[in-house]
C-alpha cells in the first residue's frame, strides 16, 4: 500500500508518532475499604451489627466498583424451652466497566495514528463515511485500528447487584438434651446492566455500523 511506499505521498512513516498504551493506565487507582462493627449483649440476648463500605479502582480506566454492606447477627433466649435467633446481610454493588479494549489490541495500533484530534470529544476519528450509499474510508491506511479512547468517549457501561440473604430460626428444648429447631432462609439477587451508546461515535470504530440499516440515515 501507498502508506508503506516511502517514494509516495501518502507515505506515513516519517509521520509523529504517539504512545497508545500509557493513557489505558489508571496510575493513582484507588482502593478503599471503611467498617463499622457493633456487638453486645447479656445473658438472655446477643447482638452483632456491622456496615461498611469500600471502593475499588482498576489500574486500567473506566473500571471502578463501590460496594456497600450490612450484616445483623441477633439470638436471644426467651425462656429455658424457647430460642430465637435472625441472621441477615444485605450488600449493594454499583460499577462501571468500561475499559476500552485490551492491551494486546492497543499495542498493535500504528503508532503513526493519532489519539487526539478534531473530532468528538477531542479524540482523534479513525475513519470518514458517508450515509447514502453507506461507505467507509480507514483514515490511515489498511493498518487503521479503532481509537478505542474515542470510542469510550461515548460509551457508558454500568451495572448494579443488590443481594439479600438472611435465615430465621426457633428452638425449642422440651426435654433436657432434646432440642428441635425449625428455620426459614432467603436469598435474593437483583442485577441491572446498562449500556450507553453514541452513535455519533461510530467514527473512530474500524468497522463503523451502516445506520441505514436501522432508520432512514438521518
Not at 450484616?71 to 449493594?92: A, D, E, H, P, Q
Not at 435465615?167 to 428441635?180: H, T
Amino acid at each position: 500500500p501507498s502508506v508503506f511506499d516511502a517514494t509516495s505521498a501518502d507515505y506515513l512513516g516519517n509521520s509523529p508518532t504517539y504512545d497508545w498504551l500509557s493513557p489505558i493506565y489508571n496510575k493513582n487507582a484507588e482502593v478503599s475499604d471503611y467498617n463499622l462493627r457493633i456487638s453486645g449483649g447479656n445473658e438472655f440476648t446477643n447482638y452483632y451489627v456491622s456496615t461498611g463500605y469500600s471502593r475499588t479502582e482498576s489500574p486500567l480506566i473506566r473500571n471502578w466498583m463501590d460496594r456497600y454492606t450490612l450484616s445483623t447477627n441477633i439470638t436471644s433466649r426467651i425462656n429455658k424451652f424457647l430460642s430465637i435467633g435472625v441472621n441477615y446481610r444485605l450488600t449493594y454493588q454499583k460499577a462501571q466497566d468500561a475499559t476500552p479494549g485490551n492491551l494486546q489490541y492497543i499495542a498493535g495500533t500504528s503508532p503513526w495514528q493519532p489519539i487526539y484530534g478534531n473530532g468528538i470529544n477531542g479524540y482523534a476519528p479513525a475513519v470518514s463515511f458517508v450515509m447514502d450509499p453507506f461507505t467507509s474510508t480507514l483514515l490511515y491506511g489498511p493498518e487503521t485500528n479503532s481509537n478505542i479512547y474515542g470510542s469510550a468517549s461515548t460509551t457508558d457501561n454500568r451495572y448494579t447487584n443488590l443481594r439479600n440473604m438472611g435465615n430465621a430460626y426457633v428452638e425449642i428444648e422440651p426435654l433436657k438434651g432434646l432440642k428441635i429447631k425449625g428455620s426459614i432462609s432467603a436469598d435474593f439477587l437483583n442485577q441491572v446492566r446498562s449500556q450507553w451508546n453514541l452513535y455519533a461515535g461510530e467514527v473512530f470504530n474500524q468497522t463503523p455500523s451502516d445506520w441505514t440499516v436501522y432508520g432512514d440515515g438521518n
